[in-house]
């Protein structure tokens, strides 16, 4: 095990690159400081030589982590867990081939871009975008735009302030709570909205079938396609179904070639 220490009573900016496999954990709380931690993936695991090959610097509320050679982790395949704690709203970039990403506590603005590993970002206070190639994505809370592409792994957000765009190929997208417009689109999986009541939501998928929530009692306007799927709406004139977007305070397009689409009223709360 190798850690670093080091002083800041601010918020501070991370940047973590070339960190092939293993593990990323990033956490914003209530600290004075920022430390950095880096073990073996694996329990009793020799990899001192890997460990002398990170390399972490701070200065002026930036702190640098760069992971070993790519060439010695696949060789040997081994890989480093990385832990860092910093000032809640610390900004954090990671750059990563095939490890997981779990980013926790309250952070800045976050980005993220990895392969194949799995990416969790619990809370963030600005944009947050994010990028794998076979992993999943989950994002419990964000306070501005987010912006989320995958190829082949699963995607659930729970609420965010902003706007979201998310981008699939075959994983399921599964939306909560989003107060600015919804762009989502996926080529074989499913769409399911659990609540959308106000703006923009433009949603599209090859293959998969949607299942859209709306809240009950606003102006809603429908544009619902599928070419050889199901399509079906329980809203009325009471929910607030309009033919037409005027003054309407949701415009929901949902497009398919072969899935089925379903609009319903979405529960009240509790």
């Known amino acids: 095990m190798t850690t670093w220490e ?32 880096v073990v073996a993936s694996q ?39 990385l832990t860092i704690k910093a000032p809640a709203g ?49 994002v419990d809370q964000a306070d501005d735009d987010v912006q989320i592409t995958t190829a082949s792994g699963d995607v659930q957000v729970g609420r965010v302030s902003g706007e979201l765009s998310i981008s699939a190929v075959s994983g399921d997208l599964s939306i ?3 107060s600015g417009q919804i762009g989502a689109r996926t080529v074989s999986g499913d769409i399911a909205v659990r609540d959308i009541s106000a703006g923009n939501a433009d949603l599209a998928t090859t293959s998969g079938d949607m299942r859209v929530m709306v809240t009950p009692g606003i102006g809603v306007y429908l544009d ?11 809203l009325d004139e009471q929910d607030g179904a309009t033919s037409t977007g ?22 009240a709360a509790a």
């Open 6 to 37: 080091f002083p800041c009573p601010r918020p501070a900016a991370i940047g973590i690159t070339n960190w092939a496999s293993g593990s990323i954990a990033v956490s914003g709380e209530a600290t004075g400081g920022v430390s950095v931690e």
């Open 43 to 81: 329990p009793h695991a020799d990899v001192d030589d890997l460990l002398e090959q990170v390399k972490v610097s701070f200065e002026d509320g930036r702190l640098s982590v760069r992971g070993p050679k790519l060439a010695g982790l696949l060789q040997r395949r081994k890989g480093l867990d």
């Open 90 to 138: 610390s900004d954090c970039e990671a750059h990563s081939a095939s490890a997981d990403v779990a980013l926790v506590g309250q952070l800045g603005a976050v980005a993220v871009h990895t392969a194949s590993g799995d990416v969790t970002a619990t809370a963030a206070s600005g944009p947050v975008t994010l990028h794998t190639a076979s992993g999943d994505i989950f």
């Open 176 to 178: 909560g709570d989003v």
């Open 224 to 234: 619902l396609s599928s070419m050889s799927g199901h399509v079906r709406s329980d």
């Open 246 to 267: 005027r003054d309407a305070a949701l415009e929901l397009r949902c497009r398919s070639i072969s899935g089925d689409i379903k609009v319903s009223k979405a529960r």
